[in-house]
């Protein structure tokens, strides 16, 4: 069975860090490009980073440019978003996505997607 699991979030304060995990089973993250969505309430799912399969190119959404990074360590299976300096606007419930060949701002292209981790920015 093909699956992704997010790990990592939980409530920090405004400033601090968080890093999210994305591991896959079932299947070898290393042909995948993966992206992490996000979804605060009320609001629509959004784009928040992707990385290609080999992990040479990245993106990111303006609002967490400079503050967000994304990784990937295809020996164990698992992809990271590291999150500094957080802000409350950027509490939502993080999702991670794979598909194959390139990244994508659609959620509709990602074939496989985790339960989601809740991230909570707050003093």
């Known amino acids: 069975q093909l699956q992704l699991v997010e790990s990592g979030g939980g409530l920090v304060q405004p400033g601090g860090s968080l890093r999210l995990s994305c591991a896959a089973s079932?299947?070898?993250?290393?042909?995948?490009?993966i992206a992490w969505f996000r979804q605060a309430p009320g609001k629509e799912r959004e784009t928040v980073s992707c990385?290609?399969?080999?992990?040479?190119?990245?993106n990111y959404a303006d609002s967490v440019k400079g503050r967000f990074t994304i990784s990937r360590d295809n020996a164990k299976n698992t992809v990271y978003l590291q999150m500094n300096s957080l802000k409350p606007e950027d509490t939502a419930v993080y999702y991670c996505?794979?598909?194959?060949?390139?990244?994508?701002?659609?959620?509709?292209?990602?074939?496989?997607w985790g339960q989601g981790t809740q991230v909570t920015v707050s003093s």
């Open positions: 990385i290609s399969s080999s992990g040479g190119s990245t």
């Open positions: 079932g299947f070898t993250l290393h042909y995948y490009v």
């Open positions: 996505a794979a598909r194959k060949y390139t990244c994508s701002g659609y959620m509709g292209e990602y074939g496989y």
